[in-house]
T-cell receptor
Framework: DAGVIQSPRHEVTEMGQEVTLRCKPI?????LFWYRQTMMRGLELLIY????????DSGMPEDRFSAKMPNASFSTLKIQPSEPRDSAVYFC??????????FGPGTRLTVL | QQQVKQSPQSLIVQKGGISIINCAYE??????FPWYQQFPGKGPALLIA?????SEKKEGRFTISFNKSAKQFSLHIMDSQPGDSATYFC????????????FGKGTSLLVTP
């Protein structure tokens, strides 16, 4: 298996623009997680899905952030409008209902 | 608020030495305690994990020690090697939250030759 796939790997955008991050989980996994990593806050959970349904989005920082999982093999995290404080590395991870999560390589987002 | 506290923030160890990283938690609902290793530019990768029904788990040079009553757990890296230089994160999760991970702030380990 190719592992968790994320795109793009790097994104540079200007404040106010819409940003869409994409994730393809490992086939057969029924849990999908979005995390954000910053120097100040470390790794923090944003939202997770089970069987394509959002279960806990309490970590989503504000209404500018939204996430969808239209099918078992694809998820998006959208920021609209983006702000400089959104600059971070965003990770997607998937798991099979057990405890182990497998992380993707991350998307490094820079908002100017 | 940080549900898992990790120390030290950084650690320098000589090759062949023992690296020790400590974590503490408050939520007694946590039932799974993994350690992740992260190299620059990569995503975190599971290193070793423990459940609270055992006090120690060993895999090769990596050992987790778990103290349920103190709500503390630690990672020991024996015979540390330069290739172990990375950032290490402890985490805690529970089945009733889908095993969503609550991470510590991370420890940057440097193993010198």
């Amino acid at each position: 298996d190719a592992g968790v796939i994320q795109s793009p790997r790097h994104e540079v955008t200007e404040m106010g623009q819409e940003v869409t991050l994409r994730c393809k989980p490992i086939s057969g996994h029924d849990y999908l997680f979005w995390y954000r990593q910053t120097m100040m806050r470390g790794l923090e959970l944003l939202i997770y899905f089970n069987n394509n349904v959002p279960i806990d989005d309490s970590g989503m920082p504000e209404d500018r952030f939204s996430a969808k999982m239209p099918n078992a093999s694809f998820s998006t995290l959208k920021i609209q409008p983006s702000e400089p404080r959104d600059s971070a590395v965003y990770f997607c991870a998937s798991g099979s209902g057990t405890d182990t999560q497998y992380f993707g390589p991350g998307t490094r987002l820079t908002v100017l | 608020q940080q549900q898992v506290k990790q120390s030290p923030q950084s650690l320098i160890v000589q090759k062949g030495g023992i690296s020790i990283i400590n974590c503490a938690y408050e939520n007694t609902a946590f039932d799974y305690f993994p350690w992740y290793q992260q190299f620059p530019g990569k995503g975190p990768a599971l290193l070793i994990a423990i459940r609270p029904d055992v006090s120690e788990k060993k895999e090769g040079r990596f050992t987790i020690s778990f103290n349920k009553s103190a709500k503390q757990f630690s990672l020991h890296i024996m015979d540390s090697q330069p290739g172990d230089s990375a950032t290490y994160f402890c985490a805690a999760s529970s089945q009733n939250s889908g095993y969503a991970l609550n991470f510590g702030k991370g420890t940057s380990l440097l193993v010198t030759p």
